[in-house]
């Protein structure tokens, strides 16, 4: 039983993170119809936009200290922060912090790049064919991730989680089980986190006017547009979005997994096999797909299924997608009439 | 034999033999001469050409063509390991394996089109990537790659030759082909002439045509009774075996494969290199096979040094801004410069560079008289 939860939550955290991608994804696909293979490369900035926070935030100020000595007999050099000693205490708390509140930067980041690229280029491409569409996004994929290389390195950078939550939570206790179920305290954040995005998304697209505008445009864009609606900027505002969310994924995600370039591109591959499998351009199924994929793999990692069928972690989710595929060739939740061929 | 192909293919056949088998001569200028890079262009371009019979006819663009250039290469050394160190054999199993394989993944992809055969082939290929990574490092050896070592038992050889001291290098009855020397080029050459030759046919004939016509509508084609399923099979499986085929080609000069070969970013590079020659021309994806192996040789070899040095005519202050921005380019960078050449390829010229020759050639003509020229329409914009 506490394996069973254990595995459970597990699989929740990495689907947050597949449904929020995913989401992202089938969007995009959705409302203006491209395929964006660069949509990894947002989730992968998202994450060097929390990195490039706490750089800024500990920019460190090198005083000498002659009361101290060194061992070596010289004045001590004491680093402090910059923010440290600009705001006392509250520095301090913004730079454990930095992760969290990085999303404030992220945001409109994430915001202007995602609407530079529908403008600069995307939208370009809705009249050619779809392979034209993967061909220049997995391009711009490829540049995205070397820019950032080059200023970032190659290796992982690990980013802390705020103090508080950076130790594990016995999840047993809370459920009332008794017996302990140690889960980091972070990916409880996490989850909550991109249940919160998902919720704010749909309630975004099923409440409100612009919303429900958008949803209409994805029926049909052309009666939408002849009621007299400018419905491709309203589009790109959409992809804009899109790209907030993959960018805010990628934000809580680094503490999780500390980000390095071609994470994007790792997440990518796994996403749209979370979109195919939830049908495209079907949020719902998107989002289901994701917390299910998710658990699936974290269940297929157990060692008492892993020694049954060895290596099955490693492949569970492919295998899935295409066993649905060829049962289901709409996915879980796909429309009718959606890419069917 | 000589059936169906004009003089202009003979042409295109023997120009384009000429001009592989002369490389060592011809590429002198450039630096691009020595075996070890020509092995690479004729190698790449059998991949690309088999890419193009898939993605050039048929218009089905697959993300995990590498998975087929992977099984090529476990196959070809394992054959190197068990068999014999003869580089036929080699072929030929690595070739049955990469069909078979093809077969397997074909059947499953291509009910589906479009964006979906995309993903589901790039679902395979990352599952073999993963596979060979863990469940079946008995196979593959993991992470180090499969390797040649002194205790394989080389059934064949061993009959007729007594194993001397150290690893042998494979050979084609006695000429080493491995280890960079000529003949190891022009084995691969050969291989390389022949496979166009092959695509060539395959282009011109029936079956050609059948395939261009389920790129161009494939429901018409239904709708007149017409079953596509096989001739999308027979497409897939042929430029699978291809794949397998470079992939031994590729055990053959250097003896040793790991899953790396398998990854979607090896996959994404056949792409690259048929976008950029030209998609659905004869020529284009081993001019576009060879122009990208010989920039990413030249490209990774620059440093800021190199650089400082070529810029040494530019005023200090200057200098050292070139070089910073120009070194973002080479080296390390040199992915960056791939991703935006391809950029640049697939928006402004989506024919590629055969397309690019095309026009320029085309524009000649109307200036040399006046409005004969437009009739030209042989190739096609991509897809």
Known sequence: ?341 | MLGNLSKNDWILVIGFSAVVLLAPILFQPIGAAYPAILEKFCIFGLFAIGFNILFGLTGYLSFGHAAFLGVGSYAAVWSFKLLSMNVLPAIVLSMVFAGVFALVIGFVSLRRSGIYFSILTLAFAQMSYNMAYSVLTPLTNGETGLQLSLKDPRVIDSLFVTAGDGLPRTSLFGVGISGGGLPGFYFTAVVLIIGFYVALRIFRSPFGLMLKAIKSNQNRMRYTGFNTRPYLMAAFVISGVYAGLAGSLMAAVDPLAGPDRMQWTASGEVVLMTILGGVGTLVGPVIGAAVIKYFENIFSAFNENALANIFSFLPQGLRDGVVKISSLFVGEGWSLTLGLVFMAIVIFLPGGIMEGIRLIVSRFKKRGNGNKSAVNGQAQPAE
């Not at chain 1, 459970?8 to 964006?36: E, H, P, R, S």
């Not at chain 1, 995307?122 to 490829?142: N, S, W």
């Open chain 1, 1 to 341: 039983m506490d394996a069973i939860i254990l595995q459970i939550l597990n699989g929740l955290d990495k689907g947050g993170a597949y449904a929020l991608i995913a989401l992202g994804l089938t969007l995009v696909f959705g409302t203006l119809g491209v395929v964006n293979f660069a949509h990894g490369a947002l989730f992968m900035l998202g994450a060097f936009c929390a990195v490039t926070f706490n750089k800024l935030l500990t920019i460190e100020k090198v005083t000498v200290d002659p009361t101290q000595l060194t061992p070596w007999g010289t004045a001590a050099e004491i680093k402090t922060p910059l923010v440290e000693a600009w705001l006392g205490e509250f520095g301090k708390v913004l730079v454990n912090y930095s992760v969290p509140v990085s999303i404030i930067l992220a945001i409109p980041v994430m915001l202007i790049i995602g609407i530079v690229m529908e403008r600069g280029l995307i939208r370009h491409f809705y009249k050619r064919p779809h392979a034209d569409q993967i061909l220049v996004t997995f391009g711009l994929a490829i540049v995205l991730q070397e820019i950032v290389k080059h200023f970032y390195g190659a290796n992982p950078i690990p980013q802390a989680a705020p103090a508080p939550f950076a130790g594990t939570a016995q999840v047993g206790m809370l459920l009332g089980l008794g017996d302990a179920i140690p889960y980091p305290w972070w990916r409880l954040v996490y989850l909550g986190f991109s249940l919160a995005i998902i919720l704010a998304v749909f309630a975004f697209l099923q409440f409100t006017t612009y919303g429900m505008v958008v949803r209409a445009g994805m029926r049909d864009r052309e009666t939408v547009g002849l009621l007299g609606i400018d419905i491709e900027r309203r589009f790109t505002v959409v992809f804009g979005i899109a790209s907030v969310v993959a960018g805010l994924a990628g934000v809580m995600y680094t503490p999780i997994l500390p980000p390095d370039y071609h994470m994007g591109m790792d997440f990518l591959v796994l996403s749209f096999v979370v979109v195919v499998v939830g049908g495209m351009g079907s949020l719902g199924g998107a989002v289901a797909a994701g917390f299910m994929l998710g658990i699936l793999q974290s269940f297929a990692s157990m060692n008492e299924i892993k020694s049954l069928i060895p290596g099955i972690d490693q492949i569970i989710i492919y295998l899935v997608a295409v066993i649905i595929l060829l049962t289901m060739p709409r996915g879980l939740m796909g429309r009718r009439g959606v890419m069917e061929e």
